[in-house]
């Protein structure tokens, strides 16, 4: 897309912005747009840290829950016991009958 400009239209693009927003104002603004795109470049590789630390802490508790049998925790008046994930309730039915 700015590869098509020609040098001239640049130059008047820039004046224009220089005459909107005053010579002041230029460096602040380049400056604060530099601080932005640090801290979203720091935010960008902290999550980067974290994503990684939680998919190797992931990885370690799926091992552990493959080892021990996972249960379900009965509902508060619920009669039954807490039963194996991995056994569908009809089949503890059938079990109890």
Do not use: C, H, W
Not at 83 to 91: F, I
Request: hydrophobic share 40%; charged share 25%; net charge positive.
């Amino acid at each position: 897309m700015i590869a098509g400009l020609k040098p001239m239209e640049i130059v008047l693009i820039l004046l224009v912005i220089l005459l909107l927003f005053g010579a002041k104002k230029l460096p602040d603004m380049a400056r604060s747009l530099g601080k932005s795109a640090r801290i979203l470049k720091s935010e960008a590789k902290q999550m980067k840290k974290e994503g990684a630390s939680e998919d190797t802490e992931a990885g370690k508790s799926t091992d552990a829950e493959q080892s021990a049998p996972r249960t379900i925790q009965a509902a508060p008046g619920d009669v039954s016991t807490s039963r194996p994930v991995s056994e569908p309730a009809a089949q503890q039915q059938s079990k109890q009958s």
